[in-house]
């Protein structure tokens, strides 16, 4: 990849639960560039700070010291308000459990994020642009786990956010099923630029990254590069 300009960066990221003796250091002093257009794997064991990151970088949680900037805007000094504004015009979301309302169709449920949007694309084109256009019309009961996932998936980049961030979007998968979400997340970041980070548990999926990173007890352990990547398809699970 050609140098890009970084969409995140943190410096001396430090995220402490509790006081005392009771005290968890969940991160302990993170930099860490996220650039344009690239897609990242964070890998670590549990409990190892993957999702307090992740939860900090899309200001769903703040930092007890050091700094996160969204492109120049330092978001460790930015009010409630903006945060709020921020997640919205800014950040796609997708956690390991889809999060769907029941009682709306797959377009319905696209639609919540596209109707106060900015500048959203349509819920059907959304839908598509996961294999799900067959699928629109139907409730999330009458679809399987991985049609759930991409319907989430929809729904987190039909607002055109500048960065997806995945938390073990596949964990609740099997293999296959898990291919053609990572499929689906691969073709968003290829072809709307999208930066994209994913933690994930199965070190399989490191290989479709531009970069791994590693974070072990609150800290990263080692970031590495790909020279090539492989398809989501070719994914040893």
């Known amino acids: 990849m050609t140098a890009a300009r970084p969409v995140f960066r943190t410096i001396g990221v430090t995220k402490v639960y509790g006081e005392g003796s009771a005290a968890v250091h969940a991160l302990r002093g993170v930099d860490l560039d996220l650039n344009e257009g690239e897609m990242v794997v964070l890998l670590g064991a549990s409990g190892s700070g993957k999702s307090t990151l992740l939860n900090i970088l899309g200001a769903l949680d703040t930092p007890t010291a050091g700094s996160v900037f969204f492109r120049d805007r330092e978001l460790t000094r930015a009010s409630d308000r903006e945060l709020t504004a921020f997640r919205r015009d800014h950040v796609g979301f997708v956690f390991q459990f889809y999060n769907l309302v029941p009682s709306l169709t797959a377009r319905e449920n696209v639609a919540l994020v596209t109707e106060i949007a900015r500048a959203p694309m349509s819920p059907a084109e959304a839908l598509e642009r996961v ?24 729904r987190a980049i039909a607002k055109r956010p500048d960065v997806l961030l995945c938390d073990e979007p596949t964990g609740a998968l099997d293999s296959k099923t898990g291919v053609t979400v990572l499929e689906a997340l691969e073709a968003v970041n290829r072809e ?8 994930t548990h199965n070190a399989g999926i490191r290989r479709i990254a531009h970069r791994v990173i590693v974070i072990a007890d609150g800290r990263i352990a080692h970031i590495d590069e790909n020279a090539e990547r492989i398809a989501p398809a070719e994914v040893q699970w």
């Open 131 to 154: 294999g799900l256009g067959h699928r629109m019309d139907h409730f999330p009961a009458e679809m399987s786990g991985g049609e759930q996932q991409r319907v989430a998936i929809a």
């Open 192 to 199: 709307l630029g999208t930066a994209t980070a994913i933690i």
